[in-house]
């Protein structure tokens, strides 16, 4: 056995979940931006949406089995047809009509039950909101997505993207609070990667040291852990750790996302073993200064692509072809990425309580690539930062 | 800082990835069968696809960004059309034919890479496998494909989740050895358990503990973690763990999906704590034979609905409803769930190399719900257990 001390778990923890407000607010404001677009329901399939109207927060999203289906009507409460597995838990939340099917049944697996809910629609010629655009999936076999709509001929099929991004991009003071969280014990953990990391040890089981010290200092889960090692520096910021040795002069990297109740920190900090060579101390140092025009530049009113020329102009001293990552920053909370994308292409507006990233990138040397990445979220008067400040300098172990 | 001892991790390890000859017989048999349906390509969107035939294994698609697309050729190797972000990686695997974005690219994440590469078969009205069935998803914005199948005319599209479900199911010696060693690492994680549960404990520490002692035994991660725990028994199986600290007469349950070079194991152990009520024991022991009579009847040539049927007479001793689980089993492997079920639907047959999950549950007293699971491989002369056998009888901690 390894460690069977408590874990600093639950100290200093916000409360889960979400006072019953919480989701009539969204909802509400939901059905207020569906009125204007003239969108007489929404059909919602994935698990950030379901989870953020009716607070349905479980794993299981993991098996690919089942679909699962909420209804957001003109008005009133959201309507679940789910799984049966699913509803002693749905019935733990606000919602109060859910209907469900002995799930898995490849012949119906909710669609009948989905007809006869959006049959009225179809007969009235109403208009039904679902995810079709950037970032969203359709999470359902696409066969029965195409059976369910020559079904119901007559409803019209609009695009809800926009709606529920500009819902879910502005956070409230709750969510705010276990985002701020989970940054904590984020911050925590890397400050701890000088006293596990050292020469010798394998890639991958840092990789699992990390993992175990930031479940000991309170997350309830780290899904994403990715990471680069090599001498002078690393050459791809998504892969898995290789079982390779930390060799003096290495630089390393290590990107987390950790969650805490269903919300996530997304950042990563980079070190070196033993020795810092030049050129990685350098692109160190752009890539923090850059971060900090970000941060600088993050209040009400900026838009994405200003956040993004902000950074890219410090960048391009080093770097002035942008780099593999394809934007310096997103949107962060229920997922490890969310709208919006900090790129030229993104006209985004930043508002007040939207929780971002700042993810500068750049490439050096030959072939070497190297990230930086902090978390804000944005007040009245700027960024407010959830993580701890990486330090100035590229630090040496 | 909690414990940077060494872990077990590359202990007893198998080697990591596959040997190139592995991602050409995938394909050849994906190919013979695309010849048998009259399939001119098949065009893959999702991780456990991409990753089946190209070896393409990273976190990173936890991101919902970026989409990723793989297409499998009549002949020859498969073609990636990916983000940038993900070529260094992809160079590393078996693919030769790369082709990138950088990406996002909300007005055009690969649609006209993908346009240039279909246009000769939509010209030559051919034939492109998706796949559209049960337990597949979608995995790019649902507005794009219908753009992208819209400047395909001419293209016939067919689903190919049969082909890719007969391929998928059967596994090969190397995934039976990563599944045979992630099974064992959960089987001696479960082995701590009753070092680390005790009356007082949150169970929501319980859970930190668990995952912690899981990596120390040398998992890559623990993406999935569920239980219950309850006096006399549990009322839902796939709930986030409460806060609340186990009591003496709780009957508790945890069900763990952990990794290992991205296969995994799925099963489930129950215990009680100080003392067993008689109904609990009595559906322990109920479940413990179901899962003894699905392993006796699983040998190749028997179908799901045979397994389901074996299991469910033992069952209905003490509940002949079914329980809210739809199955009492499935495929395991690359996913945390995959095809078959175990279910009166489900008549696939078995064949060797299969491996399965046997999950009898029930219902009991007062809305009590009980799970059992085992992972086994199906050899010529029958099952061969993965996992170490739970108890003949409820542990009592």
Wanted: net charge negative; charged share 25%.
């Amino acid at each position: 056995m390894s460690d069977a001390r408590l874990t600093l778990g639950t100290v200093g923890a916000p409360s889960r979940g979400f006072p019953e407000a919480e989701f009539a607010t969204r909802t509400e404001k939901a059905q207020a931006l569906m009125a204007q677009q003239g969108l007489h329901g929404m059909l919602l399939l994935t698990e950030p949406e379901v989870r953020y109207f009716s607070g349905f927060h479980t794993l299981f999203w993991q098996s690919p089995t089942r679909p699962w289906f909420l209804f957001v009507p003109a008005t009133g409460k959201p309507i679940a047809i789910i799984p049966e597995i699913g509803a002693e838990l749905m019935r733990q939340t606000w919602i109060e009509d859910i209907r469900t099917w002995s799930a898995p049944a490849p012949s119906d697996d909710g669609i009948s039950l989905l007809t006869e809910l959006l049959s009225p629609l179809a007969q009235s010629g109403g208009r039904l909101g679902v995810l079709k655009g950037h970032e969203t999936n359709l999470r359902m076999p696409l066969g029965d997505y195409e059976r369910l709509m020559s079904s119901l001929r007559g409803m019209e099929v609009a695009d809800a993207t926009g709606l529920v991004r500009a819902l879910r991009m502005v956070k409230s003071e709750a969510e705010i609070e276990k985002l701020a969280h989970i940054c904590g014990i984020g911050s925590r953990t890397f400050g701890e990667v000088p006293q596990l990391a050292r020469e010798g040890l394998p890639f991958e089981d840092l990789f699992r040291l990390f993992r175990r010290e930031a479940l000991f200092q309170g997350a309830d889960d780290v899904p994403y852990l990715v990471g680069g090692a090599d001498q002078g520096g690393y050459h791809d910021v998504i892969s898995p750790p290789s079982p390779r040795p930390l060799q003096r002069g290495d630089i390393f990297m290590l990107d987390t996302g950790a969650t805490w109740d269903g919300y996530y920190c997304d950042f990563d900090r980079n070190w070196a073993i033993g020795h810092a060579d030049d050129a990685s101390r350098r692109a160190y140092d752009v890539l923090w200064r850059a971060t900090e025009a970000g941060i600088e530049a993050a209040r009400p009113g900026t838009t994405c692509r200003d956040l993004f020329h902000a950074m890219q102009s410090v960048i391009a001293e080093l770097d002035d072809q942008g780099g593999d990552v394809g934007r310096l920053g997103h949107g962060l909370g229920m997922q490890l990425t969310e709208w919006p994308s900090h790129a030229a292409f993104d006209d985004t507006v930043i508002e007040e309580n939207m929780v971002l990233t700042f993810e500068p990138s750049l490439s050096y040397g030959d072939g070497r690539i190297m990230v930086h990445e902090e978390n804000i979220v944005v007040r009245a008067d700027g960024a407010k930062l959830l993580t701890q400040r990486a330090a100035t300098e590229l630090p040496v172990i």
